[in-house]
């Protein structure tokens, strides 16, 4: 969360160089305070916050990416794939994954039935560690499946790539 606040507030800074014409400096201005509401409120947060406020950055999320879509400056490109992807991750934590994990978070499963559910113990903040979305995945999306239902494997499925990608995993070859 402190990175993208951080880069953020540079886009929020940018000024359209040369290569940005008239309508970008007018369109990247109109964004402005989408960008800084934004900025400020993912910086009150040092971790991810729970999927019930996360709902409450998506709204505002999806605004300021629709706003910052219509800038074509490639400098500012750069801020706008950001935002991109920090929406597809507010997304994937505010729905059924990210509130799966909460609830596996409050009410932790069995660890004889589930041994990959202790990566959730130790890694706050995150939906667990590599281990378990690499090594223990079909122990991860049996877990996932019997306590959250089919959706929350679906939407876990779907984002894997990012999920591995926001905990830095390694990638195997």
Same mark, same amino acid.
Not at 79 to 102: E, V, Y
């Given at each position: 969360?402190?990175?993208?606040?951080?880069?953020?507030?540079?886009?929020?800074?940018?000024?359209?160089?040369?290569?940005?014409?008239?309508?970008?400096?007018?369109?990247? $201005? @109109?964004?402005?305070?989408?960008?800084?509401?934004?900025?400020? @409120?993912?910086?009150?947060?040092?971790?991810?916050?729970?999927?019930?406020?996360?709902? @409450?950055?998506?709204?505002?999320?999806?605004?300021?990416?629709?706003?910052?879509?219509?800038?074509?400056?490639?400098?500012?490109?750069?801020?706008?794939?950001?935002? +991109?992807?920090?929406?597809?991750?507010?997304?994937?934590?505010?729905? &059924?994954?990210?509130?799966?994990?909460?609830?596996?978070?409050?009410?932790?499963?069995?660890?004889?039935?589930? &041994?990959?559910?202790?990566?959730?113990?130790?890694?706050?903040?995150?939906?667990?560690?590599?281990?378990?979305?690499?090594?223990?995945? @079909?122990?991860?999306?049996?877990?996932?499946?019997?306590?959250?239902?089919?959706? +929350?494997?679906?939407?876990?499925?779907?984002?894997?790539?990012?999920?591995?990608? $926001?905990?830095?995993?390694?990638?195997?070859?």
């Amino acid at each position: 969360m402190k990175i993208l606040t951080v880069f953020l507030l540079v886009a929020i800074s940018a000024n359209c160089a040369t290569p940005c014409d008239h309508q970008d400096a007018v369109k990247s $201005m @109109e964004c402005k305070p989408l960008l800084g509401q934004l900025a400020g @409120e993912m910086a009150k947060h040092a971790d991810i916050p729970p999927p019930d406020e996360l709902k @409450e950055f998506s709204l505002l999320c999806e605004q300021t990416l629709a706003c910052m879509e219509q800038v074509k400056c490639d400098l500012l490109k750069n801020a706008t794939g950001l935002i +991109a992807k920090t929406c597809t991750g507010i997304k994937l934590m505010s729905g &059924p994954f990210g509130q799966c994990i909460d609830d596996l978070r409050s009410t932790p499963p069995s660890l004889k039935k589930y &041994p990959c559910g202790r990566f959730l113990k130790t890694e706050k903040g995150r939906p667990g560690n590599c281990q378990m979305y690499q090594d223990e995945l @079909e122990c991860t999306k049996h877990l996932t499946s019997d306590r959250c239902g089919k959706e +929350a494997v679906d939407s876990m499925n779907k984002h894997m790539g990012y999920i591995l990608g $926001m905990m830095e995993c390694p990638v195997s070859v």
